[in-house]
């Protein structure tokens, strides 16, 4: 029978996302910050983040369908205008680093003034594409993890930690 094991207790994850968010706020002064959310993986953490970035924040969100490696990703939704922008990606995990690789260049090609890219977990050993993350909240081995918004099948996503799928 398939089980969970916590990975990432919630209070350790509640610290970094805070720290994260003031090293972001940091990176950027007083300036206006536009978050872009991966949907929907990314919901919970990107609602976390903005709140302790602070300031002149904006939220925006892009929808993406992971589709089978040869189809690649298709990108079904971007709700933001960011010409001119300074602005930062908000991604869950990256495992291969096709997802961020392939939303990052989108992104670019709106003219934003700057993008930078933030994901809350990094598997580092399963890195295909080179990308660069200009902040990242754990780096964790290669297993499957669930919770805090990122699911299996849709289930799992309401957790307040992140835990290892065990099947
Ligand atoms: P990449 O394109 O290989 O970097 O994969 C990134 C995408 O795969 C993420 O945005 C997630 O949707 C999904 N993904 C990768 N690893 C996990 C995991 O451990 N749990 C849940 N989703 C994952």
């Known amino acids: ?3 969970l094991r916590i990975l990432i207790p919630s209070e350790l994850l509640k610290n970094r996302v805070q720290e994260l968010g003031h090293e972001i706020r940091k990176k950027y002064g007083s300036g206006s910050v536009t978050c872009i959310c991966v949907l929907r993986g990314a919901l919970f953490f990107a609602a ?12 925006e969100f892009i929808h993406i369908n ?9 990108i079904s939704y971007f709700s933001g205008n960011i010409a ?4 930062i990606l908000i991604e869950d995990i990256v495992e291969t680093g096709l997802t961020l690789q392939t939303i990052y260049s989108y992104l670019n090609n709106q003219n934003p003034r700057s993008l ?5 977990l990094d ?9 660069e993350i200009d902040f990242i909240g754990f780096s964790i081995p290669d ?8 699911d299996l099948h849709g289930r799992h996503r309401a957790l307040d930690y992140i835990a290892t799928y065990i099947p």
Do not use: A, W
């Not at 976390?48 to 939220?59: E, M, N, S």
């Not at 001119?84 to 602005?87: A, L, R, S, V």
């Not at 598997?123 to 080179?130: A, N, V």
């Open 66 to 74: 992971n589709q089978s490696d040869s189809m690649g990703i298709d």
């Open 143 to 150: 297993e499957f993890v669930v919770g805090y918004g990122l």
């Open 123 to 131: 598997k580092p050993s399963t890195r295909h594409h080179s990308i």
């Open 116 to 120: 930078y890219s933030v994901s809350l």
């Open 48 to 59: 976390d983040l903005v709140r302790h970035i602070g300031g002149d924040v904006r939220l």
């Open 1 to 3: 029978m398939s089980q």
């Open 84 to 87: 001119d922008k300074d602005c």
